[in-house]
């Protein structure tokens, strides 16, 4: 099999969604010393194909990016968001490559569709690679297009700003006033997942969030330990105050207590310090309360203490 043969067949395997690591291994053993005769589209859909399949070489990645840099000059938009998307997607670090695939990616910032803007920033949250120039032209070229992104799109955007520490306000605002006629439209995570974002950026917006916690009460059922716990950590964080939804959510957290794993417990905990503070009326269900006192005092017992600990201790101050 050719060079050609081989790219081809690799993608129509992730097309069909059909993962076979034995026969996948065979494959880039044979495409491995013919990478060279790869053209851009085919290096960006075979990262891409091994991506979707879960399918991670190491070695083979390696070369592949290797082969790949000196064609980066004519990749076109979506070859560098779907190359982006798989690194990411596959764990595979290279900040030497990601430097020169954002390098690539600037000037054609403006082709780029809203998926591809806020796949490339998904993945460099993902990837923990920070760079503020290029951050910044994403941003301006993804602002006027907001109404565009999805539902998973613009969570996925906050979360990746929130993760990278990227703050701009002007962005932030309007994001969240392209997603409140759509709160109906995201999934539960997606709301925890977005008060969490808010939070960890320091974004205060009361009426977004009266909107949100409004979309958010009747579907509690549907969140998972880690979403109730966020949601609460991030209630307490933003200093809102919301006490038929969080009376709502720690009832619904006491039903998955066996669930909870110990920082989820501690940010519950959290929650619960700054209920007292507030002198709020909700009361934290027994069995909840006792589990999170039990995280708790086991954390505190340990030599260093906590990213969650040290937040606690600012909000009792």
């Known amino acids: 099999m050719g060079a050609r043969e081989l790219a081809n067949t690799v993608h129509a395997l992730a097309k069909l969604d059909h993962r076979d690591d034995d026969f996948m291994a065979v494959l880039l053993k044979e495409a491995k010393p013919r ?65 020169a695939l954002l390098q690539t990616a600037l000037p054609r910032l403006h082709d780029s569709k809203p998926q591809m803007l806020s796949n490339t920033l998904w993945a460099l949250a993902t990837l923990g690679h920070t760079d503020g120039a290029f951050m910044a032209a994403l941003l301006k070229q993804a602002m006027p297009r907001l109404r565009d992104f999805t539902p998973q799109a613009l969570s996925n955007t906050l979360w990746a700003l929130a993760t990278l520490g990227h703050t701009n306000g002007a962005f932030m605002a309007a994001l969240l006033k392209a997603a409140v006629p759509r709160l109906c439209e995201f999934t539960a995570q997606a709301l925890a997942k977005i008060a969490w974002a808010l939070a960890t950026l320091g974004h205060t917006d009361g009426a977004f969030m009266a909107a949100l916690l409004k979309e958010a009460k009747p579907r509690l059922g549907d969140f998972i330990p880690q979403a109730l716990a966020n949601a609460a950590w991030a209630l307490a964080a933003l200093d809102h105050a919301n006490d038929a939804f969080m009376a709502a959510l720690l009832q619904q957290a006491a ?16 929650c619960e310090l700054w209920l007292k503070d507030q002198h709020s009326d909700v009361a934290v269900p027994a069995q909840l309360g006792a589990a999170c006192k039990k995280a708790w005092m086991e954390e505190r017992d340990k ?6 600990q040290l937040e606690v201790l600012a909000v009792v101050r």
């Not at 207590?257 to 905990?269: D, T, Y």
């Open 35 to 99: 990478l060279r005769d790869f053209k851009p589209q085919e290096l960006a859909n075979t990262a891409l194909a091994l991506a979707k399949l879960q399918h991670y070489d190491s070695t083979f990645m390696a070369e592949l990016l290797e082969a790949t840099t000196p064609l980066l000059h004519i990749f076109n938009s979506q070859d560098v968001a779907n190359t982006a998307w798989a690194l990411a997607t596959l764990g595979h670090t290279d900040e030497a490559f990601m430097a």
């Open 255 to 270: 039903g998955v207590v066996p669930s909870l794993e110990a920082q989820q417990l501690n940010q519950l905990f959290m």
């Open 303 to 308: 030599l260093q203490p906590s990213r969650v």
